[in-house]
Protein backbone atom coordinates (compact mmCIF):
# COMPACT_ATOMS: atom_id res chain seq x y z
CA UNK A 1 0.00 0.00 0.00
CA UNK A 2 1.71 3.57 -0.66
CA UNK A 3 1.28 6.36 1.90
CA UNK A 4 0.66 9.59 0.07
CA UNK A 5 1.88 12.61 2.30
CA UNK A 6 0.90 16.11 0.61
CA UNK A 7 2.51 19.42 1.54
CA UNK A 8 1.43 22.39 0.18
CA UNK A 9 3.10 25.19 -1.77
CA UNK A 10 2.61 27.83 1.09
CA UNK A 11 4.38 25.29 3.53
CA UNK A 12 6.94 24.86 1.17
CA UNK A 13 7.83 28.42 0.18
CA UNK A 14 8.22 29.10 3.90
CA UNK A 15 11.55 26.83 3.70
CA UNK A 16 12.67 28.88 0.67
CA UNK A 17 12.03 32.08 1.58
CA UNK A 18 13.75 31.70 5.02
CA UNK A 19 11.06 31.77 7.54
CA UNK A 20 12.26 28.10 8.45
CA UNK A 21 15.56 26.43 8.39
CA UNK A 22 14.57 23.40 6.48
CA UNK A 23 15.46 20.57 8.65
CA UNK A 24 13.17 18.18 6.70
CA UNK A 25 9.91 16.80 8.10
CA UNK A 26 9.05 14.80 10.33
CA UNK A 27 5.96 12.39 10.22
CA UNK A 28 3.66 11.49 12.81
CA UNK A 29 0.35 10.24 13.41
CA UNK A 30 -2.63 12.19 14.03
CA UNK A 31 -4.45 9.12 15.99
CA UNK A 32 -3.08 6.04 17.02
CA UNK A 33 -5.33 3.34 15.69
CA UNK A 34 -2.77 0.52 17.19
CA UNK A 35 -1.54 0.18 13.23
CA UNK A 36 1.33 1.17 11.64
CA UNK A 37 3.83 1.95 8.23
CA UNK A 38 7.11 -0.06 6.99
CA UNK A 39 8.96 3.16 5.52
CA UNK A 40 10.99 2.37 2.61
CA UNK A 41 14.59 4.53 2.03
CA UNK A 42 16.29 5.36 -1.08
CA UNK A 43 18.44 2.20 -1.00
CA UNK A 44 15.40 -0.38 -0.93
CA UNK A 45 15.80 -3.22 -3.14
CA UNK A 46 12.83 -3.07 -4.88
CA UNK A 47 12.69 0.40 -6.54
CA UNK A 48 8.72 0.63 -6.52
CA UNK A 49 8.59 1.03 -2.49
CA UNK A 50 11.42 4.01 -2.85
CA UNK A 51 10.27 7.04 -1.38
CA UNK A 52 9.89 9.68 -4.20
CA UNK A 53 8.46 13.50 -4.31
CA UNK A 54 6.28 14.55 -7.15
CA UNK A 55 5.83 17.86 -7.76
CA UNK A 56 2.49 19.37 -9.63
CA UNK A 57 2.94 22.71 -11.17
CA UNK A 58 1.01 24.50 -14.14
CA UNK A 59 3.41 26.65 -16.63
CA UNK A 60 1.43 30.11 -17.60
CA UNK A 61 -0.84 30.50 -20.87
CA UNK A 62 1.51 33.11 -23.10
CA UNK A 63 4.25 34.06 -20.44
CA UNK A 64 7.66 32.27 -20.09
CA UNK A 65 8.16 30.49 -16.89
CA UNK A 66 10.63 32.29 -14.69
CA UNK A 67 13.92 31.65 -13.53
CA UNK A 68 15.62 28.05 -12.24
CA UNK A 69 12.72 25.34 -12.52
CA UNK A 70 12.69 22.44 -13.97
CA UNK A 71 10.93 19.86 -15.12
CA UNK A 72 10.04 17.04 -12.11
CA UNK A 73 12.69 18.76 -10.55
CA UNK A 74 12.60 21.92 -7.71
CA UNK A 75 14.85 23.79 -6.34
CA UNK A 76 15.95 26.94 -4.50
CA UNK A 77 16.99 29.90 -7.04
CA UNK A 78 21.28 29.12 -6.61
CA UNK A 79 20.71 26.80 -4.65
CA UNK A 80 21.99 23.24 -4.11
CA UNK A 81 21.18 19.98 -5.58
CA UNK A 82 17.45 19.41 -6.54
CA UNK A 83 14.79 17.02 -5.69
CA UNK A 84 14.40 14.74 -8.15
CA UNK A 85 12.23 12.33 -9.66
CA UNK A 86 13.26 11.30 -13.12
CA UNK A 87 13.76 7.91 -12.79
CA UNK A 88 17.63 7.45 -12.64
CA UNK A 89 18.71 5.62 -10.88
CA UNK A 90 16.51 3.09 -10.80
CA UNK A 91 19.09 0.94 -9.67
CA UNK A 92 20.08 0.07 -5.94
CA UNK A 93 23.48 0.57 -4.21
CA UNK A 94 25.77 -2.49 -5.05
CA UNK A 95 28.83 -0.77 -2.39
CA UNK A 96 28.23 1.84 -0.19
CA UNK A 97 31.70 1.59 1.25
CA UNK A 98 31.00 1.82 4.92
CA UNK A 99 33.45 -0.52 6.34
CA UNK A 100 36.79 -0.75 7.91
CA UNK A 101 39.89 1.02 6.31
CA UNK A 102 42.08 -1.17 4.43
CA UNK A 103 41.01 -3.20 0.82
CA UNK A 104 38.33 -2.54 -1.06
CA UNK A 105 37.34 -6.35 -1.12
CA UNK A 106 36.79 -9.37 -2.77
CA UNK A 107 33.27 -8.33 -4.72
CA UNK A 108 35.88 -5.94 -6.79
CA UNK A 109 38.16 -6.91 -9.44
CA UNK A 110 40.88 -5.25 -11.95
CA UNK A 111 43.26 -3.02 -10.27
CA UNK A 112 42.07 -3.45 -6.80
CA UNK A 113 45.73 -2.47 -5.41
CA UNK A 114 44.73 1.37 -6.40
CA UNK A 115 42.17 1.89 -4.34
CA UNK A 116 41.20 1.39 -0.80
CA UNK A 117 38.65 2.11 2.29
CA UNK A 118 39.15 4.99 3.82
CA UNK A 119 36.56 6.22 5.81
CA UNK A 120 33.65 4.81 4.59
CA UNK A 121 35.01 6.06 1.30
CA UNK A 122 36.10 4.77 -1.74
CA UNK A 123 40.11 6.34 -2.16
CA UNK A 124 42.60 6.36 -4.61
CA UNK A 125 45.59 5.10 -3.40
CA UNK A 126 48.35 7.25 -3.74
CA UNK A 127 48.23 8.75 -7.24
CA UNK A 128 47.51 5.49 -9.02
CA UNK A 129 46.06 5.00 -11.99
CA UNK A 130 43.55 2.10 -11.43
CA UNK A 131 40.17 0.36 -12.93
CA UNK A 132 38.26 -1.55 -10.95
CA UNK A 133 34.88 -3.55 -12.03
CA UNK A 134 32.43 -4.94 -9.68
CA UNK A 135 33.68 -8.59 -10.42
CA UNK A 136 31.25 -10.91 -9.76
CA UNK A 137 28.06 -9.64 -11.82
CA UNK A 138 27.62 -9.42 -15.94
CA UNK A 139 24.51 -6.97 -16.09
CA UNK A 140 22.68 -7.13 -19.52
CA UNK A 141 22.46 -4.99 -22.19
CA UNK A 142 20.19 -2.68 -20.92
CA UNK A 143 22.74 -1.49 -17.66
CA UNK A 144 23.54 1.44 -15.46
CA UNK A 145 25.68 2.82 -13.39
CA UNK A 146 26.33 5.31 -10.84
CA UNK A 147 28.91 7.00 -8.28
CA UNK A 148 28.92 9.82 -5.86
CA UNK A 149 31.78 12.57 -5.37
CA UNK A 150 32.75 12.11 -1.63
CA UNK A 151 35.81 14.37 -1.37
CA UNK A 152 37.42 16.83 -3.66
CA UNK A 153 40.75 18.55 -2.68
CA UNK A 154 42.31 19.64 -6.09
CA UNK A 155 41.00 20.00 -9.95
CA UNK A 156 43.22 17.82 -11.14
CA UNK A 157 41.52 14.62 -11.15
CA UNK A 158 40.02 12.15 -13.69
CA UNK A 159 36.86 9.81 -13.10
CA UNK A 160 35.13 7.63 -15.18
CA UNK A 161 32.60 5.30 -15.08
CA UNK A 162 32.50 1.95 -17.34
CA UNK A 163 29.83 -0.06 -18.30
CA UNK A 164 29.43 -2.93 -20.90
CA UNK A 165 32.99 -3.92 -20.24
CA UNK A 166 33.69 -7.46 -22.09
CA UNK A 167 36.12 -8.25 -18.90
CA UNK A 168 35.94 -8.16 -14.98
CA UNK A 169 39.69 -6.74 -15.31
CA UNK A 170 40.11 -4.54 -18.17
CA UNK A 171 39.14 -2.51 -20.70
CA UNK A 172 41.24 -4.44 -23.17
CA UNK A 173 38.67 -6.22 -24.46
CA UNK A 174 35.83 -3.61 -25.23
CA UNK A 175 34.12 -1.58 -22.95
CA UNK A 176 31.77 2.17 -23.05
CA UNK A 177 33.88 4.66 -21.17
CA UNK A 178 32.60 8.33 -19.99
CA UNK A 179 35.02 10.19 -18.92
CA UNK A 180 35.30 13.15 -16.92
CA UNK A 181 37.85 15.60 -16.49
CA UNK A 182 37.92 18.22 -13.47
CA UNK A 183 40.82 20.57 -14.74
CA UNK A 184 38.03 21.58 -17.34
CA UNK A 185 34.42 20.30 -16.61
CA UNK A 186 34.93 18.41 -19.39
CA UNK A 187 32.67 14.72 -19.84
CA UNK A 188 33.42 12.74 -23.16
CA UNK A 189 31.68 9.52 -24.23
CA UNK A 190 34.18 6.63 -25.82
CA UNK A 191 34.06 3.32 -26.72
CA UNK A 192 37.07 0.94 -27.22
CA UNK A 193 37.14 -2.57 -29.15
CA UNK A 194 40.53 -4.01 -29.83
CA UNK A 195 39.96 -3.73 -33.48
CA UNK A 196 38.39 -0.03 -33.68
CA UNK A 197 40.24 1.35 -30.86
CA UNK A 198 39.18 4.24 -28.93
CA UNK A 199 36.00 5.98 -30.57
CA UNK A 200 34.53 9.02 -29.41
CA UNK A 201 30.72 9.86 -29.73
CA UNK A 202 29.65 13.30 -29.99
CA UNK A 203 31.07 16.66 -28.54
CA UNK A 204 32.33 17.65 -25.47
CA UNK A 205 29.94 17.69 -22.81
CA UNK A 206 31.27 21.22 -21.44
CA UNK A 207 30.83 23.33 -18.12
CA UNK A 208 29.89 20.42 -16.47
CA UNK A 209 31.57 21.38 -12.65
CA UNK A 210 31.23 17.95 -10.09
CA UNK A 211 31.94 18.68 -6.83
CA UNK A 212 31.74 17.13 -3.07
CA UNK A 213 28.00 15.51 -2.86
CA UNK A 214 27.23 15.24 -6.68
CA UNK A 215 26.16 11.99 -8.18
CA UNK A 216 27.54 11.02 -12.22
CA UNK A 217 25.88 8.09 -13.67
CA UNK A 218 25.25 6.77 -17.04
CA UNK A 219 22.89 4.61 -18.84
CA UNK A 220 23.59 2.44 -21.43
CA UNK A 221 20.85 0.34 -23.55
CA UNK A 222 20.60 -2.25 -26.10
CA UNK A 223 19.59 -0.34 -29.17
CA UNK A 224 22.73 2.10 -29.01
CA UNK A 225 21.09 4.81 -26.70
CA UNK A 226 23.34 5.79 -24.31
CA UNK A 227 22.53 9.25 -21.26
CA UNK A 228 24.37 10.79 -18.81
CA UNK A 229 23.05 12.31 -15.44
CA UNK A 230 24.42 14.42 -13.40
CA UNK A 231 22.49 14.10 -10.03
CA UNK A 232 19.26 12.20 -11.52
CA UNK A 233 18.76 14.66 -14.36
CA UNK A 234 19.36 13.55 -17.53
CA UNK A 235 22.39 16.37 -19.55
CA UNK A 236 23.47 14.14 -22.72
CA UNK A 237 22.51 11.32 -24.98
CA UNK A 238 24.46 10.37 -27.03
CA UNK A 239 23.95 6.95 -29.73
CA UNK A 240 26.97 4.18 -29.80
CA UNK A 241 25.12 1.98 -31.71
CA UNK A 242 27.83 1.54 -34.39
CA UNK A 243 30.07 -0.05 -31.16
CA UNK A 244 30.53 -3.54 -31.42
CA UNK A 245 29.57 -4.30 -28.37
CA UNK A 246 26.78 -2.03 -28.48
CA UNK A 247 23.93 -4.83 -27.63
CA UNK A 248 26.05 -7.11 -25.50
CA UNK A 249 26.11 -7.43 -21.97
CA UNK A 250 29.52 -6.58 -19.66
CA UNK A 251 30.27 -5.50 -16.59
CA UNK A 252 30.77 -1.72 -14.79
CA UNK A 253 33.18 -0.38 -12.49
CA UNK A 254 35.03 2.62 -12.20
CA UNK A 255 38.36 4.50 -13.11
CA UNK A 256 40.13 7.00 -11.33
CA UNK A 257 42.99 8.90 -11.66
CA UNK A 258 45.49 11.66 -10.54
CA UNK A 259 43.09 11.88 -7.54
CA UNK A 260 44.54 11.83 -4.34
CA UNK A 261 43.01 13.42 -1.98
CA UNK A 262 40.02 12.40 -3.73
CA UNK A 263 36.87 9.87 -2.12
CA UNK A 264 34.07 8.25 -3.76
CA UNK A 265 30.96 7.00 -2.25
CA UNK A 266 27.89 5.06 -2.90
CA UNK A 267 28.54 3.17 -6.37
CA UNK A 268 25.64 1.58 -7.59
CA UNK A 269 24.07 0.34 -10.60
CA UNK A 270 22.82 -3.29 -12.45
CA UNK A 271 20.26 -4.32 -14.99
CA UNK A 272 17.52 -1.50 -16.27
CA UNK A 273 14.76 -1.40 -17.97
CA UNK A 274 15.10 -0.94 -22.26
CA UNK A 275 12.75 2.54 -21.84
CA UNK A 276 15.27 5.95 -23.05
CA UNK A 277 14.46 8.92 -20.76
CA UNK A 278 12.66 11.31 -23.24
CA UNK A 279 12.73 15.14 -22.91
CA UNK A 280 9.97 16.66 -21.07
CA UNK A 281 7.42 19.11 -22.65
CA UNK A 282 5.48 21.46 -20.70
CA UNK A 283 2.02 21.64 -20.30
CA UNK A 284 -0.66 23.82 -18.82
CA UNK A 285 -2.64 22.43 -16.66
CA UNK A 286 -5.53 23.09 -14.66
CA UNK A 287 -4.73 21.09 -11.55
CA UNK A 288 -3.76 22.56 -8.52
CA UNK A 289 -0.18 23.59 -8.17
CA UNK A 290 3.38 25.02 -7.21
CA UNK A 291 2.34 28.41 -7.90
CA UNK A 292 4.78 30.25 -5.38
CA UNK A 293 7.45 27.82 -6.33
CA UNK A 294 7.19 28.73 -10.06
CA UNK A 295 7.29 32.03 -9.16
CA UNK A 296 11.15 32.05 -8.52
CA UNK A 297 12.36 29.40 -11.16
CA UNK A 298 12.66 29.46 -14.69
CA UNK A 299 12.12 25.98 -17.10
CA UNK A 300 15.59 23.91 -18.41
CA UNK A 301 14.15 21.87 -21.41
CA UNK A 302 16.76 18.41 -22.15
CA UNK A 303 18.16 18.42 -25.36
CA UNK A 304 16.09 15.40 -27.20
CA UNK A 305 18.18 12.28 -28.22
CA UNK A 306 19.61 12.27 -31.93
CA UNK A 307 21.71 10.35 -33.85
CA UNK A 308 24.94 12.15 -33.38
CA UNK A 309 27.96 11.40 -35.99
CA UNK A 310 30.65 9.09 -34.28
CA UNK A 311 34.21 10.91 -34.05
CA UNK A 312 37.26 9.27 -34.30
CA UNK A 313 39.97 10.96 -32.30
CA UNK A 314 43.22 11.27 -30.12
CA UNK A 315 42.41 9.80 -26.94
CA UNK A 316 44.42 11.09 -23.66
CA UNK A 317 43.27 11.31 -20.65
CA UNK A 318 45.78 10.80 -18.35
CA UNK A 319 49.62 10.64 -18.96
CA UNK A 320 49.91 7.31 -16.91
CA UNK A 321 47.32 5.37 -19.13
CA UNK A 322 48.37 1.82 -20.44
CA UNK A 323 48.74 0.31 -22.81
CA UNK A 324 49.66 3.60 -24.68
CA UNK A 325 49.11 1.31 -27.98
CA UNK A 326 45.03 1.79 -27.77
CA UNK A 327 45.20 5.33 -26.37
CA UNK A 328 45.94 7.15 -29.92
CA UNK A 329 43.77 6.66 -32.57
CA UNK A 330 43.55 9.43 -34.99
CA UNK A 331 41.51 11.77 -36.09
CA UNK A 332 39.36 10.93 -38.48
CA UNK A 333 35.82 13.21 -38.47
Known sequence: MEKQIALTPARIQEFINGSFTNNGFILAADTELDDAFTY????????????????????PMGAAPHSDFRFASFHKNGGSAPFLQSGFPATSILDNFNRANGTIGSNWSGSTSSFSISSNRLANTGSSDGQVYWGNTSFSANQEAYV?????????????????????????GGAIEVYYTANNDTLQVWTYDPTADWVQYGADVSSLPLGTGDQLGVR???????????????????????????????????????????????????????????????????????TAAAATSTYTATATRTATSVITATYTPTATRTPTSVNTATATN
Open 40 to 59: RTSDSSNSSQRPKLVIQYTV
Open 148 to 172: TIAQVSNDSWNLSLMLKSQSNASYE
Open 220 to 290: SLVDGTLEVYKNGSLIATRNIGSWVYADDPGYIGLWFANASGQALDDFGGGNTSSTATNTPTPAASATATN
